[in-house]
């Protein structure tokens, strides 16, 4: 048996928990005790399911008695608190929410209770999901574990960070922009964003629906194919599930990257990224052309740098319609106790939502409003359109895209937060992916200043396991990954 159980990776849980080395219970309760420990300096946790979890954890163990577990069960998880959990406060982070108790589970939540994982708490975000750092949620400021002072990155960053610091052994996340991969990238935590469509969205608070994806945070690339083995699939429940069947994807990973194609394209190693990333990068893709596979270094996506300016008309224009349901007459926070209904649908939002969600809802009104339409939105989703053909193009020569998560290390809490389109640029190498709706990962790849570094992989519609190989065979020959903060 291993020494220190919370930093165990879902495999060798698996293995533990099937050897009946250590019970569910026991595995459950070091996690419950480390997350007493150490969350006071991570805030990486809006809710502990402390109660809830040891009564999985007691099931997990029957179903391992019984001889019907899977590698994710009787494992401890966080959970983004954007996924709706029957009977468990589900809040998004918000003052919206911070009392919304869901009537039912999301998919993704049925799926992992199925299987018997457990459920350790609800993981701290970014407001509805906005955000690129976790300081715009309404409760705390989750804090890196790298270095307390810094952001964890975001909206995901509570998941990511919980995951770092050894308060779960795999997470779930929502990405939007960025949302998995940049957290996973300030992190040093494997984080995957599936193809749109691949894992139900059936239950995740919408932020952006054309954008919006599921996808896990974890401790490596053969524990992120464990987990999408799980929540992968169609749901009727979801109309923008693919229908596309799911393969295994443990069975195509490989020490090797022999026959593969990768393209570098030049447009994502933008003017002001740090130089150690840049040089960590250039590393990192070297070690995968040792590896076998063939690098092309020429590559151009002429349309990235238009994608931040697409997504920031895209989202808060989604942003704006799904969060007009929050008017304080059906469910959350209301301000409805005054005589006039109108002035207290305005009062609920006033001081229901935070400053960021504000701002995207007045950005999305304003691109979505008579006169502005076609000059904004219209012309945006066009050039959507562009950027999708440009990524499907290079897919006919590459197997994968390589580039960085973040042009910069992890940056100081406070120290984007007046600074709006700053902050936005923190995003400028994940928000073209979303904008495409095709899949990336992004990896363990360096550390500059004692800070991680992300590398990011990118595959064409449906090719999760290509970037599942890609990462797997990275990290058979690099210990990145397996380096872990001393919070």
């Not at 019984?66 to 494992?75: D, E, F, I, M, N």
């Not at 976790?134 to 705390?140: D, G, I, L, M």
Request: charged fraction near 20%.
């Amino acid at each position: 048996m291993t020494d220190n159980l919370t930093d165990l990776t879902i495999h060798v849980a698996h293995e533990l928990l099937k050897a009946k080395k250590i019970s569910s219970v026991e595995l459950t309760k070091q996690y419950l005790a480390r997350i007493k420990v150490v969350d006071a300096q991570v805030r990486a946790i809006v809710n502990v399911t402390e109660d809830f979890a040891l009564q999985q954890a007691k099931k997990a163990d029957e179903i391992i008695a019984a001889g019907k577990s899977v590698p994710l069960t009787g494992v401890p998880f966080l959970l983004k608190d954007n996924m709706s959990t029957k009977g468990i406060k589900t809040t998004c982070s918000s003052k919206m929410l911070e009392n919304f108790i869901p009537p039912y589970d999301a998919t993704v939540v049925e799926k992992l209770n199925s299987v018997g994982a457990v459920m350790v708490g609800k993981a701290n975000m970014d407001e509805y999901a906005m955000g690129s750092s976790t300081e715009n949620s309404a409760f705390f400021t989750t804090h890196n574990p790298w270095d307390l002072s810094r952001v964890p990155g975001g909206s995901s960053g509570g998941s990511a960070a919980g995951v770092a610091a050894g308060e779960a052994v795999f997470a779930l996340g929502s990405d939007t922009g960025g949302s998995i991969r940049q957290p996973a990238g300030f992190c040093n935590v494997t984080g995957f964003k599936p193809t749109y469509g691949r894992v139900s969205r059936y239950g995740l608070v919408a932020f952006a629906s054309s954008l919006d994806q599921i996808g896990p945070l974890t401790k490596d690339a053969l524990d992120a194919a464990l987990v999408m083995n799980v929540i992968s699939g169609h749901d009727t429940a979801d109309s923008t599930s693919a229908t596309e069947p799911v393969p295994d994807y443990t069975k195509g990973l490989a020490k090797d990257l022999k026959g593969m194609k990768i393209g570098i394209p030049k447009e994502y190693f933008v003017e002001g990224m740090q130089p150690e990333v840049d040089a960590a990068i250039k590393a990192a893709i070297k070690q995968l052309e040792e590896l076998g596979a063939k690098v092309d270094w020429g590559v151009s996506l002429p349309q990235t740098p238009h994608a931040l300016a697409v997504y920031y008309i895209i989202a808060p224009s989604e942003a704006s319609a799904n969060l007009a349901r929050y008017d304080g007459s059906k469910y959350g926070f209301s301000y409805l106790n005054t005589d006039n209904m109108w002035e207290g649908m305005e009062k609920t939002k006033q001081l229901g939502f935070g400053p960021e969600v504000k701002r995207r809802i007045m950005l999305g009104n304003y691109a979505l409003s008579s006169g502005y339409y076609d000059a904004y939105y219209l012309k945006a989703q066009k050039v959507r359109t562009l950027i999708r053909r440009e990524f499907d193009a290079a897919f006919e020569k590459y197997d994968a895209l390589v580039t960085p998560t973040s042009p910069t290390v992890p940056f100081k809490i406070g120290e984007r937060a007046d600074n709006p389109v700053q902050m936005y640029l923190s995003d400028v190498c994940t928000l073209p992916i979303n904008i495409a709706g095709i899949p990336g990962i992004s990896i363990p790849a360096g550390f500059a200043q004692g800070l991680p570094i992300g590398m990011q992989i990118i595959g064409k519609p449906f090719a999760e396991d290509t970037l599942l190989k890609i990462s797997y065979a990275y990290q058979q020959v690099t210990d990145w990954h397996k380096r872990r903060p001393a919070v």
